[in-house]
């Protein structure tokens, strides 16, 4: 019978099915483990937030697969991963709709000024506040797109609801299927430069690293509004504090912070920045892809991946390739 590992909390019926097929530790709630203490006997991992690097894989003897509970790798030695033949595996797609809806929900509350309407009502200053609550609609604004994957296409399409225009720049997508899309193909010079809102869609590579610098935020328009569902690496977290001090940015979004490259559980604490003492900013602890939908999603294709690992089948999604592929 195989043993598993889930790190953090998952959707109940995935658990339920999971516990039908071995024995399960939990890293969460009341009676969690720390995996240390029962690596020797973990045959799968399904991990959300936990970081696995070389020397928590090479200390794992039994290990076939570590199946993420999401599209992102960033908590995972891929290549520690791979030496010792285990595979690594994301759900794609599970949470795109999830994560284009909280592009939305943060620019919202940035453009109607949500956060402070409630705080002044909640405190008592409904006709205090009333006057400080002139916001701006979407309509007629401009959306850029750095990126334009899966859900840059849902936020590009939300965003066409809405009236709005969209400017987008990806590499790696060729402009005639940009233009299909209804959007604009442009250079990130004049994304940046042309957006009223600007929305980050990209990987984190030493590419990629601080794209959103203290130079990117001058040339953007005054006024107008970051957010970042992304990778907080994108963004230099000091200069976006300043670009909104100064009121040159008119508000941010994040649903991640650079901090999380140090400790997905307690990006805060590593932070450059002091988040309460930063006007006009949303911070959210990276859950734009945690919906009830995208939860069931993610956990019920992070379950299929460690079935057919352990049936000795190449997984679905799988992120590399091993040599070994032996049922357990």
């Keep these: 019978m195989p043993t598993f590992y889930v790190s953090d909390e998952i959707h109940t019926d995935v658990l339920a099915e999971l516990q039908t097929l071995g024995l399960v530790h939990l890293g969460y709630g009341p009676d969690a483990v720390r995996y240390d203490d029962v690596r020797d006997d973990i045959d799968a991992v399904l991990l959300r937030a936990e970081r696995f690097d070389r020397e928590k894989i090479d200390a794992s003897p039994r290990l076939r697969i570590i199946a993420r509970h999401g599209v992102g790798t960033d908590n995972v030695d891929i290549d520690a991963a791979t030496d010792a033949d285990i595979w690594v595996t994301t759900t794609p797609g599970s949470n795109s709709r999830a994560v284009a809806e ?61 009236g709005m225009h969209v400017l987008v720049h990806d590499p790696f997508v060729q402009d005639s299927a940009i233009q299909a899309a209804g959007a604009a193909p442009a250079t990130v010079d004049e994304v940046i430069a042309g957006s009223d809102v600007l929305s980050l869609h990209m990987p984190l590579t030493e590419q990629t690293a601080q794209i959103i610098d203290a130079d990117a935020l001058a040339r953007m328009k005054p006024g107008s509004v970051l957010i970042n569902t992304s990778r907080g690496g994108l963004i230099d977290e000091p200069a976006l504090a300043q670009s909104l001090q100064n009121g040159q940015l008119g508000g941010a979004g994040l649903d991640v912070l650079e901090g999380e490259s140090v400790d997905m559980k307690d990006p805060i604490a590593h932070s450059k920045i002091q988040i309460a003492d930063v006007p006009n900013l949303i911070v959210t602890p990276h859950v734009a892809g945690q919906s009830k939908e995208a939860f069931l999603a993610a956990g019920t294709g992070a379950l299929q991946a460690i079935r057919q690992a352990l049936a000795g089948q190449r997984p679905e999604h799988a992120v590399n390739t091993i040599t070994a592929c032996a049922p357990a």
């Excluded at 409630?118 to 006709?127: E, N, P, R």
């Excluded at 959306?143 to 399409?157: K, P, Q």
């Design 102 to 162: 909280h592009v939305f929900a943060l620019l919202l509350s940035l453009a109607r000024r949500v956060p402070y309407g409630t705080a002044q009502t909640t405190s008592g200053q409904w006709a205090a506040a009333k006057p400080h609550m002139n916001g701006f609609e979407l309509h007629g604004r401009t959306l850029g797109l750095l990126g334009f994957g899966n859900i840059a296409r849902m936020v590009a399409t939300i965003a066409q609801g809405f």
